[in-house]
């Protein structure tokens, strides 16, 4: 009997540290959007930022973030929000990766304005938005 009641109270205990450990995974998930946008940010706005080692530190924080939510799961009941973050996540680093990073290395600092202003300010917020909706 006194086994039976271990193993009941060790199932509660883990059910209620779920939504706990989702909200603390959600919130390093935010940590990791806020240094990739910074680090992104630091290139576009000091062109003496632009060499090799900036522009490792901002492709190894997407990949941070991209590696974080592939070990995510979405919430019960969240699923739809979790799908809308992981899509705006991807639109958001491969257009980093194609047009806005390509763009500031070129020197074409009104076209990356643009887009890190436009398009990309949107989706990251968008993602933010849905962090927070998680539980981070």
Same mark, same amino acid.
């Given at each position: 009997m006194k086994r039976y009641l271990s193993l009941i109270f060790a199932a509660l205990l883990f059910l209620a540290a779920t939504p706990w450990a989702h909200a603390n995974e959600f919130s390093d998930l935010r940590t990791k959007l806020s240094a990739a946008r910074?680090?992104? +940010?630091?290139?576009? $706005?000091?062109? @003496?930022?632009?060499? &090799?080692?900036?522009?490792?530190?901002? /492709? @190894?924080?997407?990949?941070? +973030?991209? &590696?974080?939510? &592939?070990?995510? /799961?979405? %919430?019960?009941?969240?699923?739809?929000? !979790?799908?809308?973050?992981? @899509?705006?996540?991807?639109? !958001?680093?491969?257009?980093?990766? $194609?047009?806005?990073? %390509?763009a500031i290395l070129a020197g074409k600092d009104d076209e990356a304005r643009k887009i890190a202003g436009g398009i990309q300010k949107e989706r990251i917020t968008k993602c933010q938005e849905m962090v927070g909706e998680l539980g981070g």
């Amino acid at each position: 009997m006194k086994r039976y009641l271990s193993l009941i109270f060790a199932a509660l205990l883990f059910l209620a540290a779920t939504p706990w450990a989702h909200a603390n995974e959600f919130s390093d998930l935010r940590t990791k959007l806020s240094a990739a946008r910074e680090s992104l +940010v630091t290139m576009l $706005t000091n062109k @003496d930022k632009r060499g &090799a080692e900036q522009q490792k530190i901002v /492709k @190894d924080t997407a990949d941070a +973030v991209s &590696a974080h939510l &592939a070990k995510l /799961k979405a %919430p019960a009941g969240k699923e739809a929000q !979790f799908k809308a973050l992981v @899509d705006n996540w991807t639109a !958001f680093k491969k257009t980093r990766e $194609t047009d806005l990073v %390509p763009a500031i290395l070129a020197g074409k600092d009104d076209e990356a304005r643009k887009i890190a202003g436009g398009i990309q300010k949107e989706r990251i917020t968008k993602c933010q938005e849905m962090v927070g909706e998680l539980g981070g």
